[in-house]
């Protein structure tokens, strides 16, 4: 009866890694954060990954300026950054904008982050890595890392654009900080596509 122990335990963990990437085919629950250095953001800053070597908690959120849905969040996620990354906290917050149409490039993320009030650090990638390196595919998509910069949930801010019921980013935050994985760890993140170039 031993003999089918080895088996049984290599199929859970072979579970396990499938669940873990059901939606983002790029990234595992517990990879590791890519590295992103010197972006530039709308308040004139420039913010690597180390930015927020303070923190315990790091959301990365890739979303842009044209899309409907990534507007449709901005208050929510303003709402968010104003309850849980206060000035000197634990989370720290970054929206990076991966596209490079015109409506989404540095001068009109500016316009948009004064016109809103945005009160969490907006920066751009114009080479597009962060996001390739993320697996994203939507705007916008979140990214939830642990002290360790260890990936614990990813995908959607919460469960419904018009009258949601689950938030999935605080639980994920709140996991985070607890030294828990969240769960969900994954759900499917909802917007529009990131416009990715051809290489």
């Known amino acids: 009866m031993f003999r089918y122990v080895p088996v049984i335990v290599a199929s859970l963990a072979l579970a396990v890694t499938v669940q873990a990437g059901k ?18 953001a709308t308040d004139g800053k ?26 449709a969040y901005e208050d929510r996620i303003i709402g968010f ?30 316009e948009r982050a004064k016109a809103k009030g945005f009160n969490f650090v907006y920066a751009y ?21 642990n002290k360790d910069r260890k990936l614990v949930y990813m995908g959607a801010m919460d469960d419904s654009m018009n009258q949601p019921k689950v938030n ?16 969900p760890a994954e759900t499917r993140a909802r917007g529009c596509s990131v416009k990715y170039e051809k290489k």
């Open 168 to 183: 999935y980013l605080e639980s994920a935050v709140k996991a985070a900080l607890a030294g828990k994985t969240a769960a």
């Open 46 to 71: 420039k913010y690597s990954l180390d930015s927020f070597a303070d923190k315990d908690v790091l959301v990365v959120c890739i979303t842009c300026n044209h899309c409907p849905v990534a507007v």
């Open 125 to 145: 990638d114009p080479s597009q890595k962060i996001g390739r390196a993320l697996g994203a595919s939507v705007t916008p998509e979140f990214f939830v890392f």
């Open 23 to 40: 939606f983002n085919k790029k990234l595992n629950i517990g990879d590791p954060a890519p590295v992103f250095v010197d972006l530039e």
């Open 81 to 110: 950054v104003s309850k849980y990354c206060k000035p000197g906290g634990r989370i720290g917050f970054i929206a990076i904008n991966v596209n490079n149409l015109e409506a989404d490039r540095l001068p009109k993320m500016k």
